[in-house]
T-cell receptor, first 114, second 114 residues
Framework: DQQVKQNSPSLSVQEGRISILNCDYT??????FLWYKKYPAEGPTFLIS?????DKNEDGRFTVFLNKSAKHLSLHIVPSQPGDSAVYFC?????????????FGSGTRLQVQP | KAGVTQTPRYLIKTRGQQVTLSCSPI?????VSWYQQTPGQGLQFLFE???????NKGNFPGRFSGRQFSNSRSEMNVSTLELGDSALYLC?????????????FGSGTRLTVV
């Protein structure tokens, strides 16, 4: 039973346009959400996070939106650049302080076309 | 500063053998977590160590074990290897334990079981 789902395995976007990556979760106890980016042969790199008390967090070209009622979050990249081409993982955590772990989605491969 | 170092990068083992993977966290990081990545499954949490103690454990069989040394370096051991254990094993470190975020990942060890 996947608690964090990324239903689009891949996404292709033109350079300069907006990339929207989506993520759904089923566990209502999740209260902290993160996005990681992964290049081939490298470990995931933290991008941006959001707490469940917020519905939006912005960091430069990256914005994460959280819709708790729909159990849905999305990552917006504006404008998209060829260097953004990578696999993006959505992750969530819950639990007592000191006993949290990340539950990851299966990833979305983003290809930004020049 | 040096990142998270995982050794070896690649490993081929035969079914039934055992394997030990190593992770050196970022200097000053006392928490080390291990994740397994398989195609289509995303990253799945194995366990987390902090100050040489296992603080959290994922849903993996007892064949998967780990330990942490006084210098925060960690090892993961898989006994009686099965074909399904073929995966990328990622280690992540952070300053404090169980926050569900703030991790820095290593590049991983790719294990192939034949």
């Amino acid at each position: 039973d996947q608690q964090v789902k990324q239903n689009s395995p891949s996404l292709s976007v033109q350079e300069g346009r907006i990339s929207i990556l989506n993520c759904d979760y089923t566990n209502s106890m999740f209260d902290y959400f993160l996005w990681y980016k992964k290049y081939p042969a490298e470990g995931p790199t933290f991008l941006i996070s959001i707490s469940s008390i917020k519905d939006k967090n912005e960091d430069g070209r990256f914005t994460v939106f959280l819709n708790k009622s729909a159990k849905h979050l999305s990552l917006h990249i504006v404008p998209s650049q060829p260097g953004d081409s990578a696999v993006y993982f959505c992750a969530a955590s819950a639990g007592d302080t000191g006993r949290r772990a990340l539950t990851f989605g299966s990833g979305t491969r983003l290809q930004v076309q020049p | 500063k040096a990142g998270v170092t995982q050794t070896p990068r690649y490993l081929i083992k035969t079914r039934g053998q055992q394997v030990t993977l190593s992770c050196s966290p970022i200097s000053g990081h006392r928490s080390v977590s291990w994740y397994q990545q398989t195609p289509g499954q995303g990253l799945q949490f194995l366990f987390e160590y902090f100050s040489e103690t296992q603080r959290n454990k994922g849903n993996f069989p007892g064949r998967f074990s780990g330990r942490q040394f006084s210098n925060s370096r960690s090892e993961m051991n898989v006994s009686t290897l099965e074909l399904g254990d073929s995966a990328l094993y990622l280690c992540a470190s952070s300053r404090i334990t169980g926050t569900g975020g703030g991790y820095t990942f290593g590049s991983g060890t790719r294990l192939t079981v034949v």
